[in-house]
């Protein structure tokens, strides 16, 4: 597509709908095409350029803390915390010493413009949308546009995170059976074959191979390749990633990270420049945990003293969310999610009655919640031959891929995925009146 189109948004939007591959990308998911990328200003492309560094220390901090924890180091409640609700056998594998500093390879923030600037909702580091943002990326560079990662940025980073790895056999279970479009695509998209992509009952696997996991922890039950992949890599036989690490994939991280208990370690571990950084890209967080508390006591920042009274909160005062924190089929997309000033009072004591309940075995997070601020935006109407503007919250997704050993270790943006939606949606996800669209720094 030459020059001459990239500025007429129908020609774009049509060029993208014509390059999507014929298998999707989503498996039954549709969404609305961007007439152009969706374009940051110099200062927050800077920002998402250097966080990717500080998350990567974030995920060092956070293995360090459970490790210590684990080891009488440091008290045992942190590691108690995060070990909640999980069987034994998994809590055995991750503290396994073939495991110790393994990390992800691939580090996806959920971020929202706020009123306050950008905000961290969560951490994902088994994402999906790598496929479809290296897709966006490609399709919207061939239409003349210069997107964040450029065309191959996506392709390259995820490719490189595997090192010299002869073979990389990406496993997709049923469970993340929407994502395997997207896997394939990508799959094809790197020189002869590497890459390929298998069910959850793959275990041919040879010594050297690398593994993509593309399974989530809670499902293994369910997953029968996923006891030869975890053995083979305690052999070191394999390598896998995202290594299996439940703590790692818990949102009460951030609420750890905001316990003063823990602040002197947090800036031993990021340093004084990374911790104040995150403390303003964090919301502040806290863990639904039911045991008392001396009655003179309270939960700092929100001053309570039993989480029962959080029931009475007045609709202004509940402008929080309550989620469940990992490890459950409810933790991911708009699943498990309440957001407390959208809600009757009655269905928001009901979810915190449920909280509580089930603190043992599906923690919940509490987080305050900062208001995404409202954006223009354009889509193209296929039906009706125009583009049509839409007011929207936008939540970004930078694409983080760790390259070289820990010592050394790099990470590279690859791109940014915008999901915008419609301003009377509170909670932004991928749905089919959302925009989805690769972001470019904006032209002065």
């Known amino acids: 597509m030459g020059d001459t189109r990239k500025n007429n948004p129908e020609q774009i939007a049509r060029y993208i709908q014509q390059s999507m591959p014929a298998e999707g990308l989503f498996d039954g998911h549709q969404w609305r095409v961007a007439t152009k990328p969706f374009e940051l200003d110099k200062k927050i ?8 560094r500080i998350l990567l220390k974030f995920y060092k901090a956070t293995n360090m803390i459970y490790r210590w924890s684990t080891e009488d180091r440091l008290p045992k409640w942190p590691s108690e915390w995060l070990d ?5 056998s998994l809590i055995n594998l991750q503290r396994h010493k073939s495991f110790k500093n393994e990390l992800p390879r691939v580090i996806r923030p959920d971020i929202l413009l706020t009123e306050e600037g950008l905000k961290i909702t969560e ?6 949308g790598i496929g479809l943002t290296a897709w966006l990326n ?3 560079s061939d239409a003349g546009s210069n997107v964040i990662g450029g065309s191959t940025g996506m392709i390259d980073g995820f490719s490189g995170i595997f090192g010299n790895a002869e073979k990389i056999r990406m496993i997709v279970s049923e469970e993340s059976a929407t994502y395997r479009p997207e896997m394939e695509w990508i799959a094809g998209q790197i020189t002869g074959d590497r890459f390929s992509v298998h069910n959850q009952n793959y275990i041919n696997f040879n010594e050297g191979d690398a593994v993509y996991r593309f399974f989530e922890l809670f499902d293994l039950e369910n997953i029968p390749a996923a006891k030869t992949i975890f053995q083979r890599a305690i052999e070191q036989k394999l390598k896998i990633t995202a290594p299996p690490k439940t703590f790692l994939e818990e949102k009460m991280t951030f609420g750890l990270f905001h316990n ?19 403390e303003t890209l964090l919301p502040q967080t806290w863990i639904i945990d039911p045991e008392p508390i001396p009655p003179q006591s309270a939960y700092p920042g929100i001053n309570l003293t039993d989480w029962n009274q959080l029931k009475d909160f007045s609709q202004k005062e509940r402008n929080l969310i309550l989620k469940i924190s990992g490890f459950s089929d409810q933790a ?18 009901e979810a915190v009655d449920q909280a509580i309940a089930e603190y043992k075995e599906s923690p919940r997070i509490l987080q305050r919640y900062h208001h995404p601020i409202q954006i223009d935006s354009e889509w193209f109407n296929f039906e009706h031959g125009k583009p049509q503007p839409m007011q929207g919250r936008v939540r970004l997704c930078p694409y ?21 939606c419609p301003s009377d949606k509170k909670i932004i996800h991928g749905m089919s009146e959302a925009i989805l669209a690769p972001c470019a720094l904006k032209q002065t």
């Open 45 to 52: 492309v800077k920002q998402l350029e250097k966080l990717g």
């Open 123 to 128: 951490l994902d580091s088994v994402p999906g």
């Open 84 to 88: 909640r609700g999980k069987p034994q």
């Open 260 to 278: 003063r208990n823990l602040s002197d370690v947090w800036r031993q571990q990021l340093g004084d420049n990374f911790k104040n950084t995150l």
């Open 138 to 140: 490609r399709s919207y």
């Open 332 to 349: 991911w997309g708009a699943r498990g999610v309440w957001l407390g000033s959208d809600l009757p009072r009655e269905e928001w004591a």
């Open 400 to 420: 983080y891929f760790v390259h070289g050993e820990w010592d050394s270790a790099k990470t590279i943006l690859g791109g940014v995925l915008a999901t915008i």
